[in-house]
Structures are given as C-alpha cells and as structure tokens.
C-alpha cells in the first residue's frame, strides 16, 4: 500500500526527516505521533507529493511520489493542519469545483457531491457560505474535499486541532467511519484520540522513527511497564522491606494515605499475587491492590525524552 524507504528531508542542511522507513498495509489506520518539529507534516507533505524528499523513496500502490506524482495523488485524499478552503464559496459550489479539478467523471459528478455531502454530515449546510461556518463544519467540508474523488488513501494531518469536545468527537466518528473503507495515516497529537481510532502506531522524534508496531502490541508492552499500587496497613519499615525481597521487583516507593501505608512497586511482571500472599502471611490489612498500567501518553512521553536524552 505505502512503503516509505530511507527517506531524508533537508532544509538549509537540517534533516527535518532523517532515513525513515516504514510501511502501511491496506486497511490499517495509522496513529503518526510525534512532538511538535518531528518530522510528521513534512513526511504527510511529501507522501502527498506537495514537496519532494531529499533522497529516499515512497510509493503508493507502487506509484513513486516523485517520478509518478500524478498517479500517486490521485490515489490519496490530503488534508492538511490548516484547511485550504475558499470562505466565499458554498459548500456545495465548493465541493463542484474540488470534484472537477480532482478529475470526477461529469457523469456521476452531482451523485458523488450527494454521497460525500452525507458521508461528511454537511447535507444540512450545502447552500451556506464555508466562511460563515463553525470549525467543526470547515473541518468536515475539508474531509469532504479529501474523498471526492473517492481515494483508497486519506492523510489527515491534525484534524480534530481547534475544535470543541463535541465537535472533536464528530470528526473523529467520521474518520472511524471512513477506515472501514479507506487506509487512513492520521497525524494528532490527542493520544486518546489514536487509542479510539488507530491500530497501528508510528512514533517520530527528531526526524527518526523511534517506535513502530501496532497499538495492540504497544499497549501489552506498556502493560509489562505497569506499576503495582498497594495501601495497607502495618509496619512500614518491615512492609517496604518485605516487598523489595519478592522476586522480579525493581523498585519500591513508600508514602502514607489517610492512615494506611501507601506503596508503589515497579516489577518487570504481574506480582499481585506474590503481594496478596505475603500481606495475609503476616496479617497485614491490605485496603487496595491493583495494577497501574502505562498510558500510550506514558509511553509516548517516556520514548521521546528518552530520545531527547532526558
């Protein structure tokens, strides 16, 4: 579907993108997550033919994005962070002169419009003048500017940024809704929003791919990475002892909650067990046991400090 080979991009000798490779199989909604100057937009731009790499390859369906850019486009729906609209045009007026220069046959050009006016929840605001509308509706009538031509690629870079929460959850029901149809690269940076949507995650920071599976398997190795939060009640010298002598434990950290010893235990697994059984060993009252599993946010945050060396 896309495959992007060592790809570098250079801007007055900075590489912005630094041999990057990955790929995206047909189907698969991908999370690109980064901070902000990764990398992400100019990667999106350069799949979307609007700038050329530095050296390095991507194709789509085997179409180069340099050599074979018309091909390629047309291949690929493009929104970008701010949306290219015309406020003095009407939605649908819009959309007529969109479907045109995308190559819309005339035929089915006006049933196209209808399908995507639908598809996109803007049928109530087809006559309105796009500068007159709400974030949340501009945002949509750049969705529906990105598949008229009916794409089995969408790149969508920030689309939910600067809208409401009820606004933000429009956009993203539409973009669940577009990948069962469509492989969808998607570029935000609400994690929650990735953890919703995505299947696969690609991780860039400072122009490097520092991770890349998919989200299944990043949350079940964030779960490895969970922290084992107990309160109970007893000697906290003996307890505290106690616990860094269980197998597998890395670290523990003691506190106190409303009278109960409160302790956080870093283990390379699962040991609530271990911890229930040696706390009914010595009568110690256990209030809370429970696994506190990494977040994508914490992974994020953890891959990319450790990246920038913090």
């Known amino acids: 579907m896309i495959v992007i080979e060592n790809l570098s991009k250079l801007f007055a000798g900075f590489a912005a993108v630094d041999d990057i490779s990955f790929m995206v199989d047909k189907g698969d909604i991908l999370g690109f997550l980064g901070p902000n100057g990764a990398g992400k937009t100019t990667t999106m731009r350069i799949l979307a033919s609007f700038i050329p790499p530095t050296s ?25 962070e701010s949306v290219p609209l015309y406020p ?15 190559g819309v046959p005339a035929k089915g050009r006006n049933a196209r419009i209808e399908q995507v006016l639908e598809k996109c929840r803007i049928k109530d605001v087809e ?11 501009r945002q949509r009538v750049g969705l529906a500017d990105a598949i008229i031509h009916n794409p089995p690629i969408l790149i969508l870079d920030e689309p939910t ?4 929460p009820n606004q933000v959850r429009q956009v993203r029901e539409l973009i669940k809704e577009l990948g069962h149809e469509r492989t969808i690269i998607i ?28 989200l299944n398997n990043l949350v079940r190795d964030a779960a490895v990475r969970g922290k084992i939060k107990l309160e109970a009640r007893g000697p906290k010298a003996e307890m505290e002892n106690a616990l860094k002598q269980l197998p597998g434990v890395t670290g523990v950290e003691a506190g106190e909650i409303d009278g109960y010893n409160a302790f956080t235990i870093n283990s390379a697994q699962d040991i609530r067990e271990d911890i229930y059984k040696q706390m009914v060993e010595h009568q110690w009252t256990i209030r809370e046991l429970r696994r506190e599993q990494e977040t994508l946010e914490d992974l994020f945050v953890r891959i990319t400090a450790k990246e920038q060396g913090n």
């Open 161 to 164: 940024i600067g809208l409401d």
């Open 187 to 214: 570029s935000t940076h609400i994690l929650t929003e990735v953890e919703i949507v995505c299947n696969r995650v690609v991780i860039i920071n400072n122009g490097k791919i520092a991770a890349s599976d998919s």
């Open 56 to 80: 390095g390859r991507a194709t789509v369906f085997g179409h180069d994005v340099v050599r074979e850019s018309i091909q390629s486009r047309a291949l690929i729906g493009y929104m970008p």
């Open 127 to 137: 006559s309105k003048i796009i500068g007159h509308l709400s974030k949340g509706y």
């Open 88 to 102: 003095e045009m009407r939605v649908s007026e819009y959309l007529r002169f969109r479907s045109r220069l995308k």
